[in-house]
């Protein structure tokens, strides 16, 4: 049986090799042409070889206010990801755990998921009239707003399943001791969501960061761009420079790829441990 299994899992390895090298060819070629010269490009432009031309992320930080938009970028992914993910507890919780007005609950519960299966395009005109009517358009906090909104249905609908596998005992105990229902929340379900919420995290840290249609709607001028505002705006109208635009979007992706290599233990527990309810 040995000798059988040694075959098998060697070519197994063998097709997560090919499979890894596929996944990451197109990373390594951005970060290889990204470190070329103009002549080195202009002649071998998809070749291995490098003139390791780091003058090219110099200037791409400088035509794309890197920092600026860095920042900006920042805000909105660590406030839309936080606030989206407590917000979205609360609402299972209290949809779950509803004693009173269950059937407010239950019609509260059905918008959301209409609101789930609903594309967000939808939403794109009535979301800027509803921005300029509050005048928080073209601010970092009316587009937080608009992220939290957009989130908001998946949040509630992903905690919902983990708020069942909760003892109600648990609870019930704290009611006997005093305490309220958000002490309750807070004291005893919340510690015990903290695994899928590492999950929930990642998910919309992800969808904030790399979303491009609503910052190109809701924020106007230079200075609130967010990063992928910068590449998209970065380009030339009549010429691309496509050794100094791909060195721009390797400093876009750079920021996610350290936190995910300084957080890689804390993430990938939480993602097991939120993936198995009970």
């Not at 839309?80 to 919780?93: D, E, N, R, V």
């Not at 001028?221 to 496509?242: H, M, N």
């Not at 804390?266 to 993602?271: A, N």
Request: glycine share 6%; hydrophobic share 55%; with cysteine.
């Amino acid at each position: 049986m040995k000798t059988r299994k040694k075959p098998l899992l060697f070519l197994f390895e063998l097709l997560m090799i090919a499979a890894c090298v596929l996944m990451f060819y197109p990373v390594i070629m951005m970060v290889l042409v990204s470190l070329k010269d103009e002549a080195l490009l202009a002649g071998e432009p998809l070749s291995l070889k490098t003139s390791f031309a780091f003058e090219n992320y110099i200037t791409a930080a400088k035509g794309m206010k890197y920092w600026r938009a860095l920042l900006n970028s920042s805000v909105l992914t660590v406030f839309s990801s936080l606030i989206t993910t407590f917000f979205g507890a609360c609402g299972a919780y209290a949809i779950m755990r509803a004693r009173r007005g269950k059937k407010l609950f239950l019609v509260l519960n059905a918008l959301f998921l209409i609101g789930l299966a609903l594309p967000q395009q939808v939403a794109m005109v009535p979301l800027v009239l509803w921005m300029q009517k509050l005048h928080v358009a073209n601010t970092l906090f009316g587009l937080i707003l608009a992220f939290i909104g957009a989130n908001a249905a998946y949040g509630v609908f992903f905690f919902s399943g983990f708020v069942n596998t909760v003892p109600v005992t648990l609870e019930e105990a704290a009611y006997i001791d005093g305490a309220s229902p958000f002490t309750t929340f807070i004291r005893i379900v919340y510690p015990l969501l903290k695994p899928p919420m590492v999950t929930l995290l990642i998910v919309i840290a992800l969808r904030v960061w790399n979303n491009f249609m609503y910052p190109l709607l809701l924020l106007q001028g230079q200075k609130s761009r967010t990063l992928p505002l910068t590449v998209f705006f970065f380009k030339g109208d009549l010429s691309i420079q496509w050794n100094i635009l791909f060195a721009a979007t390797t400093l876009v992706i750079l920021p996610l790829m350290i936190v995910y290599f300084i957080l890689q233990k804390q993430i990938i527990s939480g993602m097991l441990n939120g993936s198995v309810k009970g």
